[in-house]
């Protein structure tokens, strides 16, 4: 019931919106199910986002959260154990859920490409850079292998790898981890995508070689005004690199808006917590902490999944799943209280502040 | 007050690369060539460096899993290396060792009550009140539930394993804790957990920690002192706010400002249309300065491998201040691009950075020296003197 | 707010998740009926070993070759499953070579394993000089053909009484089949030493001042051989059918006394003479006994995992 009112709010969102650019892909709803030993669990739950060309969404959350799950299912990746249950990813007009798992597969890579975050690990080691850079154009395109070749040291240029005419020839261990990174993003460009997702792309990496590698993508985002959507779990990266953020927790989205009011006027409270605990210059003392950790899908909460760890909880927030509010204009919060969280206040003691969450959007 | 527990001097770890049928020794890899340090009790050192930079070498020679290759490692004043096999290690319990992957540091077939009660086993000790009383308080004092002491490691939370392996590393009362990356596996919202409790059990045991991690805002948060390594070598070394607030390295200043901030007004790249130039055509400098909200100095290429390490100073291949130094341009081009790195193009050093390899020594006699006791601030380059720069902040 | 008070566990077990590992083994064991049918062969075929006159009246050594090659004639008959090239009962004589079968089997396995495991882990662990030792070794008597060395431990043997007792049957078949048994586990052992001693469990265990012998018997040793547990029934297989190869040379399990081994062997010979039950019931124990022992070895292997239990 909740789901409903809740995708009902999502569309009435996007009419608010209705003059910008069509998005590149929009993903609405999406639910993920695992069958595990103890039974069917719920990965994703009721994920909607949007990615707009030449824009960087950044889908952060902790492990578990459903950040990595939600994108796989796009992609037509999931394991064999887990199905969609629910939802669209509509990409150029054309539901990608609904296709079969070989036109599904087509248009992956022709308009969607995927980073992943252990290089070494997504590179064959028996076969040169170069030859995996074209595999795709060669199998798709039907390119010749001189004309692979020439593209493939283009790539190489492209993402900045020096040296790329002798480097195409050599083998993926004889690049450093940066160097790897950019091999795989080459690959992912190698047929022009409109949309890269990148999943922990810098995680693997040293600080210094991540600013490369951040840096390099976003300039190729903004060269073919790329739709970029980043999964990380890296608050710093976030706020250095993204345009939209989505904060998920427990398989859903709880926060949605644009970058700098996430930072400034964190609108859920798991937000907060998250932002106030990430060390940092302030220096010494006592870290404040979210207690305890995050739930098992196994074993979700009854009611709002981050209430058992929440600091502004209410007795509502026990019982009731929060339904998506829109606590100001481009955003959105899954809390019942969106709007004293937004305003940094603490809700209203329980009795009075059950029906807070239906009067978003009165900020604007 | 400064009192020094652990002092490490000119400590060497090389690795032999060893090749051919006879298996001769043909080059090392130099992970932790040369280093100095002095961890003063109840405090805590920070040590931050990239992958390769020798910091987890330098934590496993301390905790006596690896033999140095030269050097001295005092504990109280004691050298490790003079003292018979059973001295060592009587010396060893006052060392113990804090794990980053709470995943991998635990053995999965042996219950909790085993590895925290391990150390007993090892070092044949009866604690007082018998090894289960002793393991339950252990855990109680790591914030876990005594009563689950019988369960397995895999029956817990990446953040309850750490707090495990806290326990181990305090059965046998240490005076030092060597924490190698000991949050970076886990979670957001549970670092900090972990490093509340670190901060808890120093203050409640007059713990000193050897922090090496390669996250700087943790390191920032923890440590009294920080040490910066760079190809096995100390490149920068002082209080806390000194380093970070002003570091003189251009190292050091590099790699703060690489670390992603919490802010969105400090982006890593520009935003909307106004884009940055390419990175490979910018100066780092100015060029950085320009664009006013791109606060990076992005280094170029990677660490240089430690077996063949660059002669003078280490960093004078990727330093961005080097080839925009008067000196560099006045002097002959005696540079070459490397055969095997020509895209490195003729990048014009100062012919010291490249020749002498700059000792650690106090920079700028106008700072003081650290406030509580601890080590003064030292810088390892020729020109840090010349390095005023407001723009990186952390 | 007490952020360090509030552990539970990930996932809770059963009210019962904190007995010992070999109670939650057995606990494990008894759910999975494939597990309790592959006792119940084991058990059958121990109890034939103990005892087997309870299974057959008729001794394997009268054998009137007029009788030969008798077709089975089921329960109640006289031959129930035939007679064999000889003329000797099929039955009877399956029935008294299980317990020189068996016990060769698990001698050679047991005793290879020890070996094996034991030089393993000193190459794996230690490496340098030790590890050149123990893997120049394997080499060596991997490359030795089994055969040309029994013909060489036959000569040693040659003219040594060894008597008849249960284990001096077996002898001779032993000696050869471990000295050439023991490497495969060395091997694996080696490999998964070599993994296993770089995890920071065991440099943990190496920070506290662990002893060697500890580090390897706690640490690396538990964790390094369940792939080496996966080759045992297999293995069992093997010694069986090997040693009728020996046989042949007269240094297999010495006469009277049969084996499963001997009879394969013999009975082969007549699988398209029309007489293919004199293979098929030594067969049929050999591949039940295996199949039981594969099935309770990855029972056991999982239930001693305290990570799968």
Same mark, same amino acid.
């Given at each position: 019931?909740?789901?409903?009112?809740?995708?009902?709010?999502?569309?009435?969102?996007?009419?608010?919106?209705?003059?910008?650019?069509?998005?590149?892909?929009?993903?609405?709803?999406?639910?993920?199910?695992?069958?595990?030993?103890?039974?069917?669990?719920?990965?994703?739950?009721?994920?909607?986002?949007?990615?707009?060309?030449?824009?960087?969404?950044?889908?952060?959350?902790?492990?578990?959260?459903?950040?990595?799950?939600?994108?796989?299912?796009? =992609?037509?990746?999931?394991?064999?154990?887990?199905?969609?249950?629910?939802?669209?990813?509509?990409?150029?007009?054309?539901?990608?859920?609904?296709?079969?798992?070989?036109?599904?597969?087509?248009?992956?890579?022709?308009?969607?490409?995927?980073?992943?975050?252990?290089?070494?690990?997504? =590179?064959?080691?028996?076969?040169?850079?170069?030859?995996?850079?074209?595999?795709?154009?060669?199998?798709?395109?039907?390119?010749?292998?001189?004309?692979?070749?020439?593209?493939?040291?283009?790539?190489?240029?492209?993402?900045?790898?020096?040296?790329?005419?002798?480097?195409?020839?050599?083998?993926?261990?004889?690049?450093?981890?940066?160097?790897?990174?950019?091999?795989?993003?080459?690959?992912?460009?190698?047929?022009?995508?409109?949309?890269?997702?990148?999943?922990?792309?810098?995680?693997? =990496?040293?600080?210094?070689?991540?600013?490369?590698?951040?840096?390099? =993508?976003?300039?190729?985002?903004?060269?073919?005004?790329?739709?970029?959507?980043?999964?990380?779990?890296?608050?710093?990266?976030?706020?250095?690199?993204?345009?939209?953020?989505?904060?998920?927790?427990?398989?859903?989205?709880?926060?949605?808006?644009?970058?700098?009011?996430?930072?400034?006027?964190?609108?859920?409270?798991?937000?907060?917590?998250?932002?106030?605990?990430?060390?940092?210059?302030?220096?010494?003392?006592?870290?404040?902490?979210?207690?305890?950790?995050?739930?098992?899908?196994?074993?979700?909460?009854?009611?709002?999944?981050?209430?058992?760890?929440?600091?502004?909880?209410?007795?509502?927030?026990?019982?009731?799943?929060?339904?998506?509010?829109?606590?100001?204009?481009?955003?959105?919060?899954?809390?019942?209280?969106?709007?004293?969280?937004?305003?940094?206040?603490?809700?209203?003691?329980?009795?009075?502040?059950?029906?807070?969450?239906?009067?978003?959007?009165?900020?604007? | 007050?400064?009192?020094?527990?652990?002092?490490?001097?000119?400590?060497?770890?090389?690795?032999?690369?060893?090749?051919?049928?006879?298996?001769?020794?043909?080059?090392?890899?130099?992970?932790?060539?040369?280093?100095?340090?002095?961890? %003063?009790?109840?405090?805590?050192?920070?040590?931050?460096?990239?992958?390769?930079?020798?910091?987890?070498?330098?934590?496993?020679?301390?905790?006596?899993?690896?033999?140095?290759?030269?050097?001295?490692?005092?504990?109280?004043?004691? $050298?490790?290396?003079?003292?018979?096999?059973?001295?060592?290690?009587?010396?060893?319990?006052?060392?113990?060792?804090?794990?980053?992957?709470?995943?991998?540091?635990?053995?999965?077939?042996?219950?909790?009550?085993?590895?925290?009660?391990?150390?007993?086993?090892?070092?044949?000790?009866?604690?007082?009140?018998?090894?289960?009383?002793?393991?339950?308080?252990?855990?109680?004092?790591?914030?876990?539930?005594?009563?689950?002491?019988?369960?397995?490691?895999?029956?817990?939370?990446?953040?309850?394993?750490?707090?495990?392996?806290?326990?181990?590393?305090?059965?046998?009362?240490?005076?030092?804790?060597?924490? %190698?990356?000991?949050?970076?596996?886990? $979670?957001?919202?549970?670092?900090?957990?972990?490093?509340?409790?670190?901060?808890?059990?120093?203050?409640?045991?007059?713990?000193?920690?050897?922090?090496?991690?390669?996250?700087?805002?943790?390191?920032?948060?923890?440590?009294?002192?920080?040490?910066?390594?760079?190809?096995?070598?100390?490149?920068?070394?002082?209080?806390?706010?000194?380093?970070?607030?002003?570091?003189?390295?251009?190292?050091?200043?590099?790699?703060?400002?690489?670390?992603?901030?919490?802010?969105?007004?400090?982006?890593?790249?520009?935003?909307?249309?106004?884009?940055?130039?390419?990175?490979?055509?910018?100066?780092?400098?100015?060029?950085?300065?320009?664009?006013?909200?791109?606060?990076?100095?992005?280094?170029?290429?990677?660490?240089?491998?430690?077996?063949?390490?660059?002669?003078?100073?280490?960093?004078?291949?990727?330093?961005?201040?080097?080839?925009?130094?008067?000196?560099?341009?006045?002097?002959?081009?005696?540079?070459?691009?490397?055969?095997?790195?020509?895209?490195?193009?003729?990048?014009?050093?100062?012919?010291?950075?490249?020749? $002498?390899?700059?000792?650690?020594?106090?920079?700028?006699?106008?700072?003081?020296?650290?406030?509580?006791?601890?080590?003064?601030?030292?810088?390892?380059?020729?020109?840090?003197?010349?390095?005023?720069?407001?723009?990186?902040?952390? | 707010?007490?952020?360090?008070?509030?552990?539970?566990?990930?996932?809770?077990?059963?009210?019962?998740?904190?007995?010992?590992?070999?109670?939650?083994?057995?606990?494990?064991?008894?759910?999975?009926?494939?597990?309790?049918?592959?006792?119940?062969?084991?058990?059958?075929?121990?109890?034939?070993?103990?005892?087997?006159?309870?299974?057959?009246?008729?001794? /394997?050594?009268?054998?009137?070759?007029?009788?030969?090659?008798?077709? /089975?004639?089921?329960?109640?008959?006289?031959?129930?499953?035939?007679?064999?090239?000889?003329?000797?009962? !099929?039955?009877?004589?399956?029935?008294?070579?299980?317990? /020189?079968?068996?016990?060769?089997?698990?001698?050679?396995?047991?005793?290879?394993?020890?070996?094996?495991?034991?030089?393993?882990?000193?190459?794996?662990?230690?490496?340098?000089?030790?590890?050149?030792?123990?893997?120049?070794?394997?080499?060596?008597?991997?490359?030795?053909?089994?055969?040309?060395?029994?013909?060489?431990?036959?000569?040693?043997?040659?003219?040594?009484?060894?008597?008849?007792?249960?284990?001096?049957?077996?002898?001779?078949?032993?000696?050869?089949?471990?000295?050439?048994?023991?490497? /495969?586990?060395?091997?694996?052992?080696?490999?998964?030493?070599?993994?296993?001693?770089?995890?920071?469990?065991?440099?943990?265990?190496?920070?506290?001042?662990?002893?060697?012998?500890?580090?390897?018997?706690?640490?690396?040793?538990?964790?390094?051989?369940?792939?080496?547990?996966?080759?045992?029934?297999?293995?069992?297989?093997?010694?069986?059918?090997?040693?009728?190869?020996?046989?042949?040379?007269?240094?297999? !399990?010495?006469?009277?006394?049969?084996?499963?081994?001997?009879?394969?062997?013999?009975?082969?010979?007549?699988?398209?003479?029309?007489?293919?039950?004199?293979?098929?019931?030594?067969?049929?124990?050999?591949?039940?006994? !295996?199949?039981?022992?594969?099935?309770?070895?990855?029972?056991?292997?999982?239930?001693?995992?305290?990570?799968?239990?």
């Amino acid at each position: 019931m909740s789901r409903t009112q809740s995708a009902a709010e999502e569309k009435t969102v996007h009419k608010d919106e209705s003059s910008a650019p069509p998005p590149l892909l929009e993903v609405t709803d999406l639910s993920v199910e695992f069958r595990t030993s103890a039974g069917q669990v719920r990965a994703v739950d009721g994920l909607s986002y949007r990615v707009e060309a030449g824009r960087t969404l950044a889908i952060v959350g902790e492990s578990g959260s459903g950040k990595s799950v939600s994108s796989l299912a796009v =992609l037509g990746l999931l394991p064999d154990t887990a199905t969609v249950t629910a939802g669209t990813a509509r990409l150029d007009g054309v539901d990608l859920l609904a296709l079969s798992r070989k036109e599904h597969r087509a248009r992956c890579g022709d308009q969607v490409a995927m980073v992943f975050q252990d290089a070494l690990a997504a =590179l064959n080691p028996v076969h040169t850079v170069g030859y995996q850079l074209t595999e795709a154009l060669r199998a798709r395109r039907g390119m010749s292998r001189a004309d692979a070749r020439k593209r493939a040291v283009e790539l190489l240029d492209l993402v900045k790898v020096p040296n790329a005419k002798a480097r195409v020839k050599e083998y993926p261990h004889e690049f450093s981890g940066g160097m790897r990174q950019r091999v795989m993003i080459a690959s992912a460009l190698s047929l022009d995508p409109a949309v890269l997702i990148a999943d922990e792309p810098t995680t693997a =990496l040293d600080v210094t070689v991540q600013a490369q590698v951040l840096r390099l =993508l976003a300039e190729i985002q903004a060269e073919r005004q790329m739709g970029l959507v980043l999964i990380t779990h890296d608050l710093g990266v976030v706020a250095g690199v993204a345009d939209d953020v989505t904060v998920m927790y427990a398989g859903r989205a709880v926060e949605q808006a644009p970058v700098v009011p996430v930072y400034t006027a964190p609108a859920h409270p798991y937000t907060r917590a998250l932002l106030r605990s990430i060390p940092s210059a302030s220096g010494t003392g006592r870290l404040p902490v979210i207690p305890g950790r995050p739930p098992s899908p196994a074993a979700m909460p009854s009611g709002c999944p981050f209430h058992p760890r929440c600091d502004a909880v209410r007795g509502v927030c026990r019982t009731e799943v929060p339904p998506h509010a829109v606590p100001a204009e481009g955003r959105m919060s899954a809390c019942h209280f969106a709007d004293d969280i937004l305003a940094g206040r603490d809700p209203a003691p329980d009795g009075s502040g059950n029906d807070r969450g239906d009067s978003g959007g009165d900020h604007g | 007050m400064a009192e020094p527990v652990l002092e490490v001097r000119d400590l060497v770890k090389h690795y032999p690369v060893r090749n051919g049928l006879l298996r001769r020794s043909v080059s090392a890899v130099k992970a932790v060539d040369g280093v100095s340090l002095t961890l %003063d009790r109840g405090r805590t050192l920070g040590l931050v460096g990239e992958s390769g930079s020798g910091k987890s070498t330098l934590a496993r020679v301390l905790v006596g899993v690896e033999p140095p290759t030269s050097g001295q490692v005092l504990v109280d004043g004691e $050298d490790v290396s003079r003292l018979s096999r059973a001295g060592r290690k009587q010396l060893r319990r006052d060392v113990q060792m804090v794990f980053q992957d709470p995943y991998t540091s635990l053995n999965p077939r042996m219950s909790v009550s085993e590895i925290v009660g391990e150390p007993f086993a090892i070092h044949g000790i009866s604690p007082a009140g018998g090894r289960r009383a002793a393991v339950g308080e252990l855990l109680e004092l790591v914030g876990l539930d005594p009563d689950h002491a019988a369960r397995y490691p895999h029956q817990f939370s990446g953040g309850q394993r750490q707090r495990v392996g806290i326990a181990r590393a305090l059965a046998l009362r240490p005076k030092i804790l060597v924490c %190698d990356e000991p949050v970076s596996a886990l $979670d957001v919202s549970v670092q900090g957990q972990v490093i509340n409790l670190l901060e808890d059990l120093q203050a409640e045991l007059g713990l000193s920690y050897l922090f090496v991690a390669h996250d700087l805002g943790v390191v920032r948060h923890i440590a009294h002192d920080v040490a910066v390594m760079y190809l096995g070598r100390i490149v920068e070394q002082g209080a806390e706010a000194e380093v970070y607030d002003g570091a003189q390295h251009p190292y050091t200043q590099a790699l703060l400002s690489a670390v992603p901030v919490p802010d969105p007004s400090v982006r890593l790249v520009a935003t909307g249309g106004a884009r940055v130039e390419p990175a490979g055509t910018t100066d780092p400098v100015t060029g950085a300065g320009a664009t006013g909200s791109v606060g990076a100095i992005v280094l170029e290429g990677d660490p240089p491998s430690p077996v063949d390490p660059p002669s003078g100073c280490p960093f004078h291949t990727r330093c961005w201040l080097a080839p925009t130094l008067p000196e560099a341009r006045t002097e002959p081009a005696s540079a070459q691009p490397p055969a095997d790195r020509p895209d490195l193009g003729l990048r014009q050093v100062p012919t010291v950075c490249e020749t $002498d390899v700059p000792a650690l020594a106090p920079r700028s006699p106008g700072t003081s020296p650290g406030a509580a006791g601890g080590a003064s601030h030292v810088v390892a380059c020729h020109f840090a003197r010349e390095l005023v720069d407001p723009r990186v902040e952390v | 707010m007490s952020d360090a008070a509030t552990p539970t566990p990930t996932v809770p077990r059963g009210a019962g998740a904190s007995s010992s590992p070999m109670a939650d083994a057995w606990r494990t064991l008894r759910r999975r009926p494939d597990t309790i049918a592959a006792a119940a062969v084991l058990v059958f075929f121990a109890v034939m070993a103990a005892f087997p006159r309870l299974f057959t009246d008729t001794s /394997p050594r009268s054998c009137p070759i007029r009788e030969a090659r008798t077709a /089975p004639q089921g329960w109640g008959g006289e031959h129930p499953l035939g007679t064999d090239a000889l003329g000797c009962d !099929v039955l009877a004589t399956m029935v008294h070579g299980v317990r /020189p079968s068996l016990l060769l089997a698990i001698v050679v396995v047991g005793v290879s394993l020890v070996i094996g495991v034991t030089l393993g882990l000193l190459a794996g662990y230690y490496l340098g000089w030790v590890d050149y030792l123990v893997s120049r070794t394997v080499e060596v008597f991997l490359v030795i053909p089994l055969l040309l060395a029994a013909l060489l431990v036959l000569s040693l043997f040659k003219g040594v009484d060894l008597g008849a007792g249960t284990f001096d049957v077996i002898l001779l078949p032993a000696v050869v089949l471990i000295l050439f048994g023991w490497m /495969p586990y060395a091997r694996y052992v080696r490999a998964a030493t070599l993994e296993a001693k770089n995890l920071d469990y065991v440099t943990a265990a190496r920070s506290l001042g662990a002893s060697d012998l500890r580090i390897m018997g706690r640490h690396v040793l538990p964790n390094a051989i369940g792939t080496v547990t996966a080759l045992l029934p297999t293995s069992v297989a093997g010694v069986i059918s090997a040693e009728a190869v020996l046989s042949f040379l007269g240094i297999g !399990v010495r006469p009277p006394a049969t084996s499963w081994g001997i009879q394969i062997e013999q009975g082969s010979q007549w699988v398209l003479g029309g007489s293919p039950h004199v293979l098929l019931a030594p067969l049929i124990c050999l591949v039940a006994t !295996v199949l039981a022992l594969v099935v309770l070895g990855d029972a056991l292997r999982d239930a001693l995992d305290p990570r799968l239990s």
